[in-house]
């Protein structure tokens, strides 16, 4: 089988070359309460519930050669992810192509990592923080040159990875898999103890014992 060296056409073939962008965005852009901005001056305001109880919807897209992939598949499961959270976008989906659009052309980056959420938000003075009215969601989001799990070197022969022993992902009666959100201190947890443990990465199960997904990648079996 012959594995795809992505890592070195990303970085040497010029069709991936990053365009360019101001220097303020070397790190990469942001979208926060309205406004674009460099993404190391990016911020969630503390009492938001999203910095207090993870309590937020988000999604993940990448981009290659300046191209999103399936953008609008991606949108349409985000839309999905705050239902299920009774969350609500406040840009609408044309919206919210045209914001991650920009943040891609602002940062120069043709192959780019693509990150955006809904968070529950602040709560309303006065309000019960037990109806979901109470809060003002809000939409943020950023783009940055796109990261790597494994380098070329580690994809051709295969991560050395740990199955967890100490961590389980979060049961599917806690909180709905299907909808991506930021419950991640089990992945995180898991991934400590892999590394400690002298591997590579981690993969977790589900309470069955069954595997799930690894932090930041998915499980497939042929």
Same mark, same amino acid.
């Given at each position: 089988?012959?594995?795809i060296?992505?890592e070195?056409?990303?970085l040497?073939?010029?069709?991936h070359?990053?365009?360019?962008?101001?220097?303020?965005?070397e790190?990469?852009?942001?979208?926060?309460?309205?406004?674009?901005?460099?993404?190391?001056?990016?911020?969630?305001?503390?009492v938001?519930?999203?910095?207090?109880?993870?309590?937020?919807?988000?999604d993940?897209?990448?981009?290659?050669?300046?191209?999103f992939?399936?953008?609008?598949?991606?949108?349409?499961?985000?839309e999905?992810?705050?239902?299920?959270?009774?969350?609500?976008?406040?840009?609408?989906?044309?919206?919210?192509a045209?914001?991650?659009?920009?943040?891609v052309?602002?940062?120069?980056?043709?192959?780019?990592?693509?990150?955006?959420?809904?968070?529950?938000?602040?709560?309303?003075p006065g309000?019960?923080?037990?109806?979901?009215?109470?809060?003002?969601?809000?939409?943020?989001?950023f783009?940055?040159?796109?990261m790597?799990?494994?380098?070329d070197?580690?994809?051709?022969?295969?991560?050395?990875?740990?199955?967890?022993?100490?961590?389980?992902?979060?049961?599917?009666n806690? &909180? !709905?898999?299907?909808?991506?959100?930021?419950?991640?201190? /089990?992945?995180?947890?898991? @991934?400590? #103890? +892999? &590394? !400690?443990?002298?591997?590579?990465?981690?993969?977790?199960? /589900?309470?069955?014992?069954? @595997?799930? #997904? +690894?932090?930041g990648?998915?499980?497939?079996?042929?």
């Amino acid at each position: 089988m012959t594995i795809i060296q992505a890592e070195h056409i990303m970085l040497n073939n010029a069709a991936h070359t990053r365009k360019s962008f101001a220097p303020e965005y070397e790190l990469g852009s942001a979208f926060m309460l309205g406004n674009y901005c460099p993404i190391d001056q990016a911020g969630v305001p503390m009492v938001d519930m999203g910095f207090m109880h993870a309590d937020a919807a988000y999604d993940v897209v990448s981009v290659s050669k300046g191209q999103f992939f399936r953008l609008d598949d991606h949108i349409e499961r985000f839309e999905q992810s705050c239902k299920k959270f009774r969350l609500t976008n406040p840009y609408s989906e044309e919206q919210t192509a045209e914001i991650l659009t920009n943040l891609v052309k602002l940062a120069g980056t043709q192959e780019a990592y693509v990150w955006w959420c809904v968070t529950r938000g602040m709560m309303k003075p006065g309000a019960n923080r037990g109806d979901v009215d109470a809060f003002e969601n809000m939409f943020y989001a950023f783009v940055i040159p796109y990261m790597y799990i494994a380098d070329d070197e580690q994809r051709n022969r295969g991560l050395d990875i740990a199955i967890s022993k100490n961590y389980i992902r979060i049961p599917s009666n806690s &909180v !709905d898999p299907t909808a991506k959100n930021l419950h991640w201190m /089990d992945m995180k947890l898991a @991934l400590f #103890e +892999a &590394v !400690d443990a002298g591997k590579e990465w981690s993969v977790l199960t /589900d309470e069955q014992g069954f @595997l799930t #997904e +690894a932090p930041g990648a998915n499980i497939f079996c042929d």
